[in-house]
């Protein structure tokens, strides 16, 4: 099933020699650690980009966004079985 949220999140984010690196994000007040980005791609809404990961924690998949415009994530959908 998937579950459209599009809510605020706070992610913790490692750069690594152009790499990125999601450790872990909370919402709603619960911390969900990432397992695996199992797949990465970038939207562009006129001027403005918007740069798409899906995650994995072992059980479900998230999508989540990134507006570097504003420095704000988004938890976009939830993959659940």
């Not at 913790?12 to 020699?17: G, T």
């Not at 911390?31 to 001027?47: A, N």
Request: hydrophobic fraction near 45%; charge should be positive; include cysteine.
């Amino acid at each position: 099933m998937i579950t459209e949220i599009k809510e605020r999140i706070g992610v913790n984010v490692f750069f690594s020699d152009r790499k990125i690196k999601i450790l872990w994000f909370i919402w709603r007040g619960k911390k969900y650690f990432v397992k695996k980005i199992t797949f990465f791609w970038k939207i562009s809404e006129g001027e403005k980009k918007k740069y798409c990961f899906a995650l994995s924690n072992g059980i479900d998949v998230f999508e989540i966004s990134f507006i570097p415009e504003n420095l704000v994530w988004y938890l976009e959908k939830i993959h659940t079985q």
